[in-house]
């Protein structure tokens, strides 16, 4: 089997105008949908990040994946990584998938996934069970709450209704969680913070507790918006509530903020665990965590972290190194979804429900064939179908191209979001609070 | 594709009668050769430990494996690890295979192999492919030198030929080398060490080294028989002589022995790397290692290791850690360098030549199809067959099963064969210099 043509399709969804400490959401996310066609007829695809700096990173390896047989990864992981930097590849001050020093790995990812979903389809096997077989036939995800301002994202006949309007208190949260855990059955619940005042955040974590109790493990995660000052009085604030399979992810900036705050609230008796995806985006970044003791919880994610099989090693290095694994999304539609779910099936130590944007998407917009991708009781279930489970509805995919030519975006940028619609001076500063 | 049937095939291979820390190698050599029957007409090999215990532990999860589907391996360690110990699972006072407390993870091992052999099968591809694909089309393996008393082992019509003699001097250890190179071309060379007064062998690694040169890096390794204080005057006496690509493997007993070791030499400006697969045997042993800087090296080899992908997975974890890999060897035939070759080859991080018995054992016994698997400049190549691309000879396996029958041997004891046939009153004492 010999990849005979690789057809990529960048495509616009339409993205509710989300806040982060990053900024503010775009009216349309940016993906691109991979095709990977065979001489064996057979094609597999993947989705990865969207906008003209992906697009022309794939565009780089064509020559080298044309004509290669899907099996060879390694070799291509090798080929790319070669020349890998070791520069700052955290997240800090981009969005994820920004930093130019790891674009190889997301490259490398998209044509992976498309791989084995070849693979898996070559074989009639489900690419889970390619990569090494499942630990699990079904995978959790978490409740991703936002605040946002109100409506459902895009522009005119693009545009995507919205059922959660407005969210910017903590009552508004509560509302958002319900109605999201009333729709998706979700058992594990995120807050994207470093929005608000802490005070006001705190609070939503608060009601949140109130409302779902213990059984539903609660984070939050601002980003590195907090100073450890305000790090350690939100950790302080939330000790009982972050508790019980909860964590506190980026809460400031860099592994020696990371470290020092776990020293301080350690010095109180408070073990809440720190999670990372900002701080720790690479393998190199992982010992130097631990050694700090600035992360107990690592977010894997296929897309950036090299694909399914370095996320199983990091499942491994995690767990050789005592410390937990979680998953890290980005807005997506279902052929991630389904990658994320495959890989976190196949991982032991991913202890902890996914994270996913997925509810902030609407079928408008899904490109997966049958439409969007069922969840119950908040998990994803692998179906026994071969490869990633997923086809194209190829006119979706049109209608998505066509959204993509007619919008002027081509790269994420929430600051400039955020001075478009909120504040003509907005910046983004680090510690905020 | 479902396991229909686990057929197992306890053979004994004449082995001659070499002498290492542990003692004396018994005239037959005890390997199991699994056969995993599926209903898809395939059938998939491996070869691992032989013996009363490792039949018994295969036995023990036939109904575990009889009707699974040999993609579902994971599943499989998940079940089979539950129980593992976390108690003393090196090989400081057990021959390699004979620790009980990681008699699961060579169980495992057998049926992975078998299993990944099958799936390249079916799947039209080499192991090295299923798994992720190679990083290399060839594997380097090393002349593995032993002092030896005469004779080339087995008994009556089951004696092997013997080309090399006693060999209990630094001459005649030279004069091994030189045939083994002359004959297989390998481009590194280790001494097992631990036999003979350590001046002598320091002798030997030095007439091997005055004869080679620095483009064939050298090891030697003791087993553990060393004191620290012999080990660093070792050290010391072969600063470069084990330069360039050598190093010193197991010199002293445990973690704290050889970080002790390390700090001395280090003291004194001499970077001899350490390499161990007697103090490291596990993923929990290996952040230990790292931290006291006990080993820099670790060895893998997938029949203890719990099989291929945990070799892929220990490839990466020694990478982040900053250490190095190498492979561990015992007797065996075929099949067992098979399967080493393909998961060598799937390793990035595998950079020393591996460790193997082979040229230890003879054509008589050989029960791969075809015969002796060929090595051209110390290499064996990865060739385009599917699986493990290595077939059974089934006389050739009678023969071995015959063999197995006829001999008392049903447990690997070096111990038992030093007091036989050297010393009524010989017993293993660490350190014996």
Redesign the interface.
């Known amino acids: 089997m010999r990849v005979t043509e690789l057809v990529l399709h960048p495509i616009a969804i339409a993205d509710p105008p989300l806040r982060s400490s990053y900024g503010l959401h775009a009216p349309f996310a940016l993906r691109t949908i991979v095709e990977l066609k065979t001489d064996s007829g057979l094609t597999g695809i993947s989705e990865t990040y969207g906008g003209d700096g992906p697009l022309a990173g794939l565009e780089a390896v064509r020559a080298r994946v044309i004509g290669m047989?899907p099996?060879?990864?390694?070799?291509?992981w090798?080929d790319m990584s070669a020349a890998a930097s070791t520069g700052d590849r955290t997240q800090t001050y981009f969005v994820p998938g920004e930093n130019p020093l790891d674009a190889y790995a997301r490259t490398f990812a998209a044509i992976e996934i498309a791989c084995l979903d070849v693979?898996g389809k070559?074989?009639g096997?489900p690419v889970c069970?390619?990569i090494?077989?499942?630990?699990r036939d079904e995978v959790s995800f978490s409740a991703y709450l936002f605040y946002k301002h109100g409506g459902g994202g895009g522009v005119g006949d693009d545009a995507r209704e919205d059922e959660y309007g407005e969210v910017l208190s903590a009552e508004a949260c509560l509302r958002e969680c319900k109605q999201m855990i009333a729709q998706y059955g979700f058992r594990e619940i995120k807050l994207k913070g470093g929005v608000l005042d802490p005070a006001i955040e705190i609070a939503s974590i608060r009601m949140l507790r109130r409302e779902f109790g213990a059984a539903y493990p609660l984070r939050i995660d601002p980003n590195c918006a907090w100073s450890v000052d305000t790090s350690v009085e939100v950790g302080r604030a939330l000790k009982e509530e972050l508790s019980g399979g909860g964590y506190l992810e980026d809460p400031c900036a860099s592994l020696e903020g990371m470290g020092e705050l776990r020293r301080r609230l350690l010095a109180e008796g408070n073990h809440t665990p720190q999670a990372s995806n900002v701080a720790t985006t690479c393998?190199?970044d992982?010992?130097r965590a631990k050694e700090l003791d600035a992360v107990q919880i690592v977010l894997c994610d296929p897309h950036y972290w090299g694909g399914m099989?370095n996320v199983?090693?990091l499942s491994?290095?995690t767990?050789?190194?005592g410390m937990g694994m979680s998953m890290h999304s980005n807005s997506h539609l279902g052929v991630s979804l389904m990658a994320m779910t495959h890989v976190a099936a196949?991982c032991?130590n991913l202890i902890y429900a996914c994270d996913t944007h997925y509810p902030w998407q609407g079928k408008k917009d899904e490109v997966a064939a049958g439409g969007r991708i069922p969840f119950t009781n908040g998990c994803v279930k692998i179906s026994g179908k071969p490869g990633l489970g997923v086809d194209l509805d190829y006119d979706q995919l049109a209608r998505g191209r066509e959204r993509y030519h007619k919008i002027p975006f081509r790269k994420r940028d929430d600051e400039a979001e955020m001075r478009k619609h909120v504040d003509p001076n907005w910046k983004r500063v680090l510690p905020r609070w």
């Open positions: 047989d099996f060879q990864l390694a070799g291509l090798r693979i070559a074989v096997k069970d390619v090494g077989g499942r630990v393998f190199a992982v010992p099989r199983q090693q491994n290095l767990s050789v190194l196949a032991p």
